[in-house]
């Protein structure tokens, strides 16, 4: 193929919409994030990615040959659907309308699927058959290499590590309608309700915590960890069997899929090496019962998901068969 060739790379994500055109290197030309669209019809979203790409500099786009969009899930990858639980559309249309308009082939995968195939290509990953991307943000996702294949299941969603069951006991919901989720304790979003369940369960003095002057309604993640780090007893008790679950969470995808190397992402993660990874190495060993693979921040920081967008253009998956 021409060298000059370029891709569009689309993150989508529950917050934040982000869009980028790139070459077969790896570099990036040109980059523009806006938040997500949380309104209008199941067009929405793709009209807003349309709009964004249009921006580029037209010199770029006459080089384009494709569209990659690593998205939120759940989704139907043959279908070019999402049915995002974190925003208001019950399901949103993104590759027919974006092929349409553009007339360019338009590829889509989930959002950690994305990351793990820009792992591969331009990370940690380039000589790694056995690979796992885990993200540690709004919500928990991974991504999935085993022997050097792209795991993908019958609608895209055989990697849906936030979404198994870490508690049987199913005391928080998580966003997808089920309980017990990895999600729903660990994740970015959901942390605030987790300090809430321990607050009440183990009857901890509201006054010994400065996370109550938040009235849980304003608390975030952010606030849950910087007051852990000064020292608040409530906020240490969460962060602390936050890591515990965190390590099971680990412990399952090593026994699952077997690994040479875990890298991990997401905000919640990679704003607290310390409080999150750390940890979880110390601790998985404690549940896996495979041996502990390397697990590593990603090199690719919060920019991995539009890599392996773009990636996915020049190396197009296969879409599963159901």
């Known amino acids: 193929m021409d060298s000059g060739e370029l891709s569009v790379g689309v993150d989508l994500g529950a917050t934040n919409l982000r869009v980028a055109i790139?070459?077969?290197e790896g570099k990036i030309l040109f980059?523009?994030?806006?938040?997500?669209?949380?309104?209008?019809?199941?067009?929405a979203i793709?009209?807003?990615?349309?709009?964004?790409?249009?921006?580029?500099?037209?010199?770029?786009?006459s080089k384009v040959i494709g569209v990659g969009i690593g998205s939120i899930g759940p989704m139907d990858i043959r279908k070019g659907i999402i049915f995002p639980p974190n925003l208001n559309f019950k399901f949103a249309f993104l590759t027919t309308p974006l092929?349409?308009?553009?007339?360019?082939?338009?590829?889509?995968?989930?959002?950690?699927?994305?990351?793990?195939?820009?792992?591969?290509?331009f990370g940690a990953g380039k000589d790694i058959d056995n690979l796992v991307y885990i993200t540690i943000s709004t919500g928990i996702g991974g991504g999935v290499y085993v022997n050097g294949n792209l795991l993908l299941g019958k609608e895209g969603n055989a990697h849906e590590i936030g979404h198994t069951v870490i508690d049987y006991r199913g005391k928080l919901i998580c966003g997808c309608g089920k309980p017990g989720h990895w999600?729903?304790?660990?994740?970015?979003?959901n942390?605030?309700?987790?300090?809430?369940?321990?607050?009440?369960?183990?009857?901890?003095?509201?006054?010994?915590?400065?996370?109550?002057?938040?009235n849980f309604s304003s608390l975030t993640s952010e606030v849950i960890f910087k007051l852990a780090r000064e020292g608040d007893k409530l906020a240490n008790v969460v962060?602390?069997?936050?890591?515990?679950?965190?390590?099971?969470?680990?412990?399952?995808?090593i026994d699952v899929y077997d690994p040479s190397l875990i890298t991990v992402g997401g905000s919640v993660a990679l704003n607290n090496l310390d409080l999150v990874l750390e940890p979880i190495k110390k601790k998985v060993k404690n549940y896996a019962a495979n041996s502990i693979p390397e697990i590593i921040p990603t090199p690719l920081g919060q920019d991995i998901v539009l890599y392996g967008a773009v990636a996915t253009v020049f190396n197009p998956p296969k879409l599963p068969k159901r």
């Not at 009209?47 to 010199?59: C, E, G």
């Not at 349409?100 to 195939?117: F, Q, W």
């Not at 999600?183 to 979003?189: D, I």
């Not at 809430?196 to 400065?210: A, F, G």
């Open 22 to 24: 790139g070459n077969r």
């Open 31 to 43: 980059k523009l994030s806006e938040r997500t669209v949380n309104n209008g019809d199941e067009y």
């Open 46 to 61: 793709s009209n807003q990615i349309h709009r964004m790409i249009k921006s580029a500099p037209s010199n770029l786009l």
């Open 99 to 121: 092929s349409e308009k553009l007339g360019l082939p338009v590829y889509l995968l989930n959002d950690c699927v994305s990351a793990v195939v820009g792992e591969k290509n």
């Open 183 to 189: 999600e729903a304790y660990c994740s970015g979003k």
């Open 191 to 214: 942390l605030p309700n987790f300090a809430k369940l321990i607050m009440e369960e183990e009857k901890i003095n509201s006054k010994l915590s400065d996370i109550i002057k938040y």
């Open 239 to 253: 962060v602390e069997r936050c890591s515990e679950i965190n390590a099971m969470g680990f412990a399952n995808v």
